[in-house]
């Protein structure tokens, strides 16, 4: 029995929306919708996303205690509903964007200023200049950086207000790379849809195309093979080893230690170059499908990956000595770019950004799909919040992905790899752990095969704000290096 | 750290040997170098990136190049922070309507002679985001483009190839 403030207790009044798996969605009206509001205020629970279709606001939520997951919907009478970010500071974004797309306006949200739309699509009225947050203050000056950066980077624009070298306040300017991908694939058939996915993020296709199957296949009321699980999940460590190998070496990059990004860069190569021998691609790009996988590997290839992890696991200890050893490195990353426990549980913040603040959540563990649930792996957590322990959590990650790589190669199951996903009515919902946090896929399918609406929410949209509060009485040179430790990304959250 | 040194005292380097330069680069570069140019810049290029919309997938390959195992820079090739100081502008994504001032501002802050290499799938035409209200689509929309590296993304044995027949272009060989 649910006590009195639990997440499904307060859900309980609404209406359950038949379909929707694998976690129920519930129909709320207004009163209702503001009692969860009004609960939402103090409560345990992790927001996992908001998101808008014409006439409808949805928010998906996580009741940290007993780890329920639910949406709830509310039909927006005139395009307007109550709005959440008004109690909960994470969804304020998402509520811009969610006006910005769907047209629906959140009544009680301070931050009225467009958040996607910079004025420039077709049909659209032209921006206004964008009004930065004011800062007051004697000898306190500005500092434009963007969209277009000096280093090899997506664009954006961020807007110091600094006192001598102390940054007073950054603000973020997003949006640059809005590619309109929602709307692409709003009648899209899946297979295009699912193409789409894997180009939210190029650095996490693998995390976003298994994120999608596995919304698709909910929505379709079908299971992948088992075969399928392993081999989704032997795609998403190689991406999470090779993210956070090229990481691990960009941040001490920007501290000026060159050795370490050197060496770190060869061992992302040679996961790059076993992963295009044995799955064809590089980056793994289209190899997970709605129902299954798009390749599947030979006695070859599984002894390929062997190699590959059991040279890793050899050689990688040595850099994280290395990195352990230099104290010129270590005066750069310790104490840099705090993120406060509390700040990483407000904002429900992923990846290694929450779980180097005391956030344990993991979807791996916290949400578990499978093949996960019958693997061996810690979830790392520290609890200093500053860039050395992002980069530790990244080491402990490396470590445990190269366990459980060494865990998935002898246990393939035999079988198919791949089933027919059937043109059925439906709704479906995922959450999937990618290297820089969980990937959440929301998704609604019509019964001709088409996707009818899909919602991507990158782990960034939880991270980014962080940022701004991390680099806050930094001085601006440590900038980078905090960004770097952050590699929030950009398309991700513009979509 | 010293087992680390020593050990590539005795390894073989890891960085691959070059590429031939690709034909169909060549082909495409034929007629857009002119002679001026090649004895302005020589055997030497200085790059620009610009990410105009793309999903990053382009940027991991595209930073790959700069990787022990790829070497750009043993080419003569670089990347540069500034549009200033560039010969090249390296753009990727179908353009998206919110990049493409600061895509036209960079190209004019570009000093003569200058090229655009468009990178992979979506700058050449948009790609699988083509028709979308919020991209240009390709970068020929923006700018002119006087190489395409297909792809998606390129490899960085493809992106070093169309490089390397700039490269010639621009030397004149």
């Given at each position: 029995m649910a006590d009195a403030s639990s997440l499904s207790h307060l859900l309980a009044g609404g209406a359950a929306v038949e379909g929707h798996r694998p976690w129920p969605r519930v129909a709320l009206d207004e009163v209702g919708w503001r009692r969860l509001r009004a609960a939402l205020d103090g409560a345990e629970w992790a927001l996992l996303s908001l998101w808008g279709e014409v006439g409808t606001v949805h928010l998906a939520l996580r009741d940290e205690a007993s780890g329920e997951i639910a949406v709830a919907s509310l039909e927006a009478a005139q395009g307007r509903y109550p709005s959440i970010g008004a109690v909960r500071p994470a969804a304020i974004r998402l509520e811009r964007a969610a006006h910005d797309l769907y047209g629906l306006v959140p009544v009680?949200?301070?931050?009225e200023r467009p958040w996607l739309d910079h004025g420039r699509w077709p049909g659209r009225p032209a921006a206004r200049p964008y009004e930065f947050l004011p800062v007051e203050g004697e000898g306190i000056h500005q500092i434009a950086v963007g969209p277009v950066h000096a280093g090899i980077i997506e664009p954006g624009h961020f807007r110091f207000h600094a006192n001598g070298e102390a940054v007073v306040r950054l603000e973020q300017r997003l949006g640059y790379v809005h590619k309109g991908t929602q709307a692409l694939m709003a009648g899209a058939p899946l297979e295009r849809a699912a193409r789409l996915a894997g180009r939210v993020s190029g650095d996490s296709t693998v995390a976003y195309a298994l994120a999608f199957a596995r919304a698709a296949e909910a929505a379709a009321g079908v299971e992948a093979p088992a075969r399928a699980h392993w081999l989704r999940a032997l795609m998403a460590e190689l991406e999470r080893l090779a993210n956070h190998f090229g990481d691990i070496g960009a941040i001490c990059n920007d501290a000026s230690f060159g050795l370490m990004h050197a060496h770190c860069g060869i061992l992302r190569e040679e996961v790059l170059r076993a992963s295009a021998a044995v799955f064809g691609h590089r980056l793994m790009m289209d190899c997970i499908v709605p129902g299954g996988v798009a390749v599947d590997i030979d006695a070859g290839g599984v002894a390929r990956l062997g190699t590959l992890a059991d040279q890793l696991a050899r050689r990688f200890p040595r850099l994280v000595e290395l990195y352990d050893k230099t104290t010129s490195l270590q005066d750069r990353t310790v104490t840099s770019g705090i993120v406060s426990a509390e700040l990483a549980r407000r904002f429900g913040a992923g990846g290694f950004v929450g779980r180097a603040s005391g956030r344990a959540f993991d979807a791996r563990r916290a949400a578990p799909y499978p093949p996960y649930d019958a693997l061996a792996f810690d979830v790392p957590v520290l609890h200093e919040g500053d860039v050395n322990a992002r980069v530790w959590i990244r080491i402990r990650e490396v470590e445990q992905s190269l366990k459980l790589i060494h865990q998935l190669l002898p246990g393939?199951?035999?079988?198919?790899?791949r089933i027919e996903v059937p043109a059925r009515t439906g709704e479906g919902m995922a959450l999937v752990e990618g290297f820089r946090g969980d990937v959440l896929m929301w998704l609604r399918l019509s019964d001709d095969g088409r996707v009818l609406r899909c919602h991507p929410r990158d782990p960034s949209w939880f991270q980014w704000p962080l940022l701004e509060a991390a680099i806050e009485g930094n001085i601006v040179a440590d900038f980078p290096l905090c960004n770097k430790s952050f590699n929030c990304s950009y398309s991700g959250h513009d979509l | 750290m010293r087992r680390t040194l020593f050990d590539n005292l005795i390894s073989r380097p890891v960085t691959i040997d070059a590429p031939p330069a690709s034909d169909a680069a060549l082909a495409e570069l034929a007629s857009k170098v002119d002679a001026a140019a090649r004895r302005r810049l020589g055997r030497s290029l200085s790059i620009r990136e610009v990410d105009a919309g793309s999903c990053n997938g382009c940027e991991l390959e595209i930073h790959a190049l700069n990787n022990a195992v790829y070497d750009l820079e043993r080419f003569g090739i670089r990347f540069v922070a500034s549009p200033r100081h560039a010969d090249v502008l390296l753009v990727t994504g179908p353009v998206t309507a919110n990049m493409r001032e600061a895509l036209e501002r960079t190209y004019a802050a570009t000093p003569g002679p200058k090229w655009v290499v468009a990178v992979g799938d979506c700058a050449r035409?948009?790609?699988?985001?083509?028709?979308?209200?919020?991209c240009v689509g390709g970068v020929s929309a923006a700018v002119p483009v006087d190489l395409h590296i297909a792809g998606c993304p390129p490899t960085p044995l493809a992106l070093l190839e169309g490089l390397l027949a700039l490269l010639q272009q621009a030397a004149g060989r």
């Amino acid at each position: 029995m649910a006590d009195a403030s639990s997440l499904s207790h307060l859900l309980a009044g609404g209406a359950a929306v038949e379909g929707h798996r694998p976690w129920p969605r519930v129909a709320l009206d207004e009163v209702g919708w503001r009692r969860l509001r009004a609960a939402l205020d103090g409560a345990e629970w992790a927001l996992l996303s908001l998101w808008g279709e014409v006439g409808t606001v949805h928010l998906a939520l996580r009741d940290e205690a007993s780890g329920e997951i639910a949406v709830a919907s509310l039909e927006a009478a005139q395009g307007r509903y109550p709005s959440i970010g008004a109690v909960r500071p994470a969804a304020i974004r998402l509520e811009r964007a969610a006006h910005d797309l769907y047209g629906l306006v959140p009544v009680g949200l301070d931050d009225e200023r467009p958040w996607l739309d910079h004025g420039r699509w077709p049909g659209r009225p032209a921006a206004r200049p964008y009004e930065f947050l004011p800062v007051e203050g004697e000898g306190i000056h500005q500092i434009a950086v963007g969209p277009v950066h000096a280093g090899i980077i997506e664009p954006g624009h961020f807007r110091f207000h600094a006192n001598g070298e102390a940054v007073v306040r950054l603000e973020q300017r997003l949006g640059y790379v809005h590619k309109g991908t929602q709307a692409l694939m709003a009648g899209a058939p899946l297979e295009r849809a699912a193409r789409l996915a894997g180009r939210v993020s190029g650095d996490s296709t693998v995390a976003y195309a298994l994120a999608f199957a596995r919304a698709a296949e909910a929505a379709a009321g079908v299971e992948a093979p088992a075969r399928a699980h392993w081999l989704r999940a032997l795609m998403a460590e190689l991406e999470r080893l090779a993210n956070h190998f090229g990481d691990i070496g960009a941040i001490c990059n920007d501290a000026s230690f060159g050795l370490m990004h050197a060496h770190c860069g060869i061992l992302r190569e040679e996961v790059l170059r076993a992963s295009a021998a044995v799955f064809g691609h590089r980056l793994m790009m289209d190899c997970i499908v709605p129902g299954g996988v798009a390749v599947d590997i030979d006695a070859g290839g599984v002894a390929r990956l062997g190699t590959l992890a059991d040279q890793l696991a050899r050689r990688f200890p040595r850099l994280v000595e290395l990195y352990d050893k230099t104290t010129s490195l270590q005066d750069r990353t310790v104490t840099s770019g705090i993120v406060s426990a509390e700040l990483a549980r407000r904002f429900g913040a992923g990846g290694f950004v929450g779980r180097a603040s005391g956030r344990a959540f993991d979807a791996r563990r916290a949400a578990p799909y499978p093949p996960y649930d019958a693997l061996a792996f810690d979830v790392p957590v520290l609890h200093e919040g500053d860039v050395n322990a992002r980069v530790w959590i990244r080491i402990r990650e490396v470590e445990q992905s190269l366990k459980l790589i060494h865990q998935l190669l002898p246990g393939l199951p035999d079988g198919p790899e791949r089933i027919e996903v059937p043109a059925r009515t439906g709704e479906g919902m995922a959450l999937v752990e990618g290297f820089r946090g969980d990937v959440l896929m929301w998704l609604r399918l019509s019964d001709d095969g088409r996707v009818l609406r899909c919602h991507p929410r990158d782990p960034s949209w939880f991270q980014w704000p962080l940022l701004e509060a991390a680099i806050e009485g930094n001085i601006v040179a440590d900038f980078p290096l905090c960004n770097k430790s952050f590699n929030c990304s950009y398309s991700g959250h513009d979509l | 750290m010293r087992r680390t040194l020593f050990d590539n005292l005795i390894s073989r380097p890891v960085t691959i040997d070059a590429p031939p330069a690709s034909d169909a680069a060549l082909a495409e570069l034929a007629s857009k170098v002119d002679a001026a140019a090649r004895r302005r810049l020589g055997r030497s290029l200085s790059i620009r990136e610009v990410d105009a919309g793309s999903c990053n997938g382009c940027e991991l390959e595209i930073h790959a190049l700069n990787n022990a195992v790829y070497d750009l820079e043993r080419f003569g090739i670089r990347f540069v922070a500034s549009p200033r100081h560039a010969d090249v502008l390296l753009v990727t994504g179908p353009v998206t309507a919110n990049m493409r001032e600061a895509l036209e501002r960079t190209y004019a802050a570009t000093p003569g002679p200058k090229w655009v290499v468009a990178v992979g799938d979506c700058a050449r035409d948009g790609g699988l985001f083509a028709g979308s209200y919020a991209c240009v689509g390709g970068v020929s929309a923006a700018v002119p483009v006087d190489l395409h590296i297909a792809g998606c993304p390129p490899t960085p044995l493809a992106l070093l190839e169309g490089l390397l027949a700039l490269l010639q272009q621009a030397a004149g060989r």
